[in-house]
């Protein structure tokens, strides 16, 4: 574990020299993630000024919600979203050959090496948003409900990183993960949306086999009703199914990978 730590140091440090070497592109990102922010607050700011409850929610509710799913995305984004995008490519040009040789895990390579520093800004930009949903949050809010409230989000964004990589270990088969990862982008938008305006099979699947509700809704849950040991009993263990399924699914994948070698 000592050695992985050590590890994922030197990749920040690299990530972050990287970034800062590339100014341009590092304020872009921050300003393109400010707008997709934006867009995500105000559209709920919209529908409240025509309603007062979605799905049982009222607005100061939705807030918690909303500025939950946007510190998943920021960890997403900081911590997997240049590993994702590479991925493909290296599978199908051979470079993934470097990561086989390394005397370390492969998926922790194709997980964790690159940080996305100049995504970094921008989790920090969500984090204070959450922050400021909680505090004006109008029922009072415990330190241990709020401290399982984060838990459960790290939770959720590591939950979401299975399941896109689920939809990217195809590629050793496929030698394209551009459909399959279209699907996933279309599925992942019920993230950002309340699980009980889902109704039937619908929310089932999104508690069950595509478990998105798990991801940012049902954290939400936890602060507005309560922690019950089904609940997370019920999102721990999908969570350890699903990484349980991801992993033997990559090494089923390395098994048909032809390298650059072969």
Known sequence: MLRYLRLYANC????????????????FRVVMDCAF?????????????????????????VLVFVAG????????????????WWFPIYVNRGDFDYYLVRPASALFFVGFREFAANSFLNLVIASGILAWALARYPEPLGFGTVLVYLALLVNGTMLYW???MCAIIPVFWLHSARGLLDSFWAAGQMIGRPDKIFRGVARTLLVTALPFSLIASVPAHVVFE?????RLAHVLGVTALAFAFMVWFFRRGL????SASS
């Open 226 to 230: 309560g922690l019950s040991l089904e």
């Open 12 to 27: 920040l440090r690299f990530s972050f020299s990287k970034a800062l070497e590339f100014r341009l592109d590092f304020f």
């Open 37 to 61: 922010y934006a867009v995500q607050l105000a559209f709920f700011a919209v529908l409240y000024r025509h309603t007062a409850l979605l799905a049982g929610w009222n607005f100061d509710q």
């Open 162 to 164: 299975v399941l896109q």
């Open 255 to 258: 098994r048909a990978y032809s």
């Open 69 to 84: 799913f946007l510190v998943v995305d920021g960890l997403h984004m900081s911590l997997f979203s240049n590993n994702m």
